[in-house]
């Protein structure tokens, strides 16, 4: 077994996502430890691969697909993954990236780490930590030194990094469709255009406590000033105030904008284990408290009905003073 790495690059839109360029600069980082290469692998998309190379790429595969299924792509890694002969296989740790690797750590007999925050070498193997509780405990984890190591890596862990490679080997295959049994029958996109969760740089969130009337119109309001995606908790999403892919949190996204805005979120274990790699956190929430205040750099207790009418004017003023 070499000890290269193999990087899937999940994309929108042909576009490489923010936490894949973060895993891909990652590994190069690791690679050079062990004077190894890292192989960039694309599915179903064509982008620009010198965003690869100058990630950290050193080698890219790309691989042609018409439609999205995690077992198909999981199968894809696999084959590269054993003709290649590489030592670690990584993804960012999204919805789709979690699905994947389980899969693909079954068909490689071995284990996936998820949510893998730090990563270090340690006698030519990894070791890898996790937050896992809802984010209160932090695990270490390490795989056999004769398995392939699989992990997905949370959001935000890891600085992308540009300029590491000028250039990177290409390489086009052609790797026969799996069957599977499972049958998609719809698919639910953001809109185009919109600004997805993972690789926003500001997140206005809209918890239980901002839901209601005039409350959500203001959350909202703000969401718009900012041109910032807006989000939900588990119970905003429950109520279908907004969308699945809205949620933030233990069983939804987890995110790590440079700024995040929480209006009336009380800040449960669970979407705050969603949100902890965030540069700078503001809550607003009447019950001074609420457990999000733990986490803030900024918290303002009082109604949002009442604050967010203020917020948001000042934020305009600031916005137009640029």
């Not at 070499?2 to 899937?8: G, M």
């Not at 929108?12 to 600069?25: A, Q, Y």
């Not at 030592?87 to 490689?108: E, R």
């Not at 005039?214 to 939900?232: F, K, Q, R, T």
């Amino acid at each position: 077994m070499t000890k290269d790495f193999l990087v899937y690059i999940e994309t929108k839109d042909n576009t490489p996502i923010k936490g894949s360029l973060e895993v891909l600069s990652k590994a190069h980082e690791l690679s050079r430890k062990l004077n190894s290469k890292v192989i960039a692998v694309v599915i179903g998309a064509n982008i620009d691969k010198s965003t690869l190379a100058s990630n950290g790429a050193d080698y890219t595969v790309s691989v042609k697909r018409d439609e999205f299924n995690a077992r198909d792509y999981a199968s894809i890694i696999e084959k590269i993954a054993k003709e290649k002969d590489v030592f670690a296989v990584f993804m960012a740790g999204t919805l789709d990236g979690k699905d994947i690797s389980a899969y693909v750590a079954y068909k490689l007999d071995t284990v996936a780490v998820t949510d893998a925050q730090l990563i270090e070498i340690e006698e030519d193997i990894l070791k890898f930590t996790s937050p896992t509780y809802g984010a209160t405990v932090l695990t270490e984890s390490k795989i056999n030194s004769d398995k392939i190591q699989v992990a997905t890596i949370r959001a935000g862990s890891f600085e992308k990094k540009d300029n590491l490679n000028e250039n990177a080997i290409e390489e086009e295959v052609e790797i026969e469709k799996e069957e599977t049994i499972t049958n998609i029958k719809n698919v639910f996109e953001e809109a185009k255009g919109s600004i997805s969760l993972e690789d926003a740089e500001i997140i206005v969130t809209c918890g239980r406590g901002a839901s209601k009337g005039e409350g959500y119109e203001l959350v909202n309001d703000l969401a718009n000033i900012l041109n910032a995606p807006i989000s939900g908790t588990r119970p905003v999403i429950d109520d279908g105030i907004l969308p699945k892919t809205s949620q933030i949190g233990q069983s939804g996204k987890i995110v790590a904008p440079k700024l995040y805005i929480g209006c009336g979120v009380s800040g449960s274990v669970q979407h705050v284990s969603g949100i902890q790699s965030s540069n700078f956190i503001i809550a607003i929430n009447k019950d001074e408290d609420a457990p999000i205040f733990n986490i803030s750099d900024i918290g303002i207790v009082g109604d949002c009905e009442k604050i967010l009418p203020i917020f948001n004017e000042e934020v305009k003023k600031i916005i137009s003073n640029k």
